[in-house]
């Protein structure tokens, strides 16, 4: 069986994922970059700083969350300040998808989970609150919430009942700047 790169099975894709080279028959892998600590990072109405975000793409980044449900639980971002997912161009989401399945698989690896959640609330009824489109990329363990389903409440954050039950004022509490930075330098360093 002959192993292809994604870049030589998509080509197209090459100008989208300008972040990333390929080798031979190994997986994408990202260049470092001296740029990220330059650009400015917008999430909706929201300046992020370069010190919250731990990946960049041409066209998406990630960030550490400021109230995460568990442990590694980040963002993702189209960079252009995008709504509704359905604004996205096929760049754009091809980049996003491309981008959470990569940070995905290195934090469950680093957090030493067995699973991923990765959740879209796309618009206002759907939860949504930051009207900026990201993907939700949590690291799963057995036991992490009593009925699996729960974490969309949890990410939801609306329903009281749940809300009281699993005591979330109490435990989601905003972060400090410097926890969210020494968290980014960390997942920072599983993409060098």
């Known amino acids: 069986m002959v192993k292809h ?25 990202r260049i470092s970059t001296t740029k990220m600590a330059m650009d400015c990072y917008k999430f909706g109405p929201y300046k992020i700083d370069e010190k919250e975000v731990f990946f960049m793409s041409h066209l998406s980044y990630a960030m550490v969350n400021l109230r995460p449900v568990l442990p590694g639980h980040v963002l993702v971002c189209p960079r252009r300040e995008v709504k509704r997912f359905v604004d996205l161009t096929v760049n754009e989401t091809t980049d996003l998808w491309i981008t959470a399945q990569r940070i995905g698989a290195q934090l469950e690896s680093f957090h030493k989970a067995s699973s991923l959640t990765f959740t879209i609330q796309d618009g206002p009824q759907a939860g949504q609150s930051v009207p900026h489109v990201h993907i939700h990329i949590i690291p799963r363990k057995v036991g992490d ?24 004022d109490k435990e989601r509490k905003d972060r400090s700047f410097e926890e969210m930075a020494q968290e980014a330098e960390e997942y920072r360093k599983l993409f060098v």
Request: no cysteine; hydrophobic share 35%; proline share 6%.
């Open 5 to 29: 790169s994604a870049l030589q099975l998509f080509p197209s894709l090459a100008p989208h994922i300008s972040g990333f080279v390929a080798r031979s028959s190994t997986p994408l892998r």
């Open 145 to 168: 919430f009593e009925n699996n389903d729960d974490i969309y409440d949890a990410i939801d954050n609306n329903d009281k009942e749940l809300k009281e039950k699993l005591n979330l």
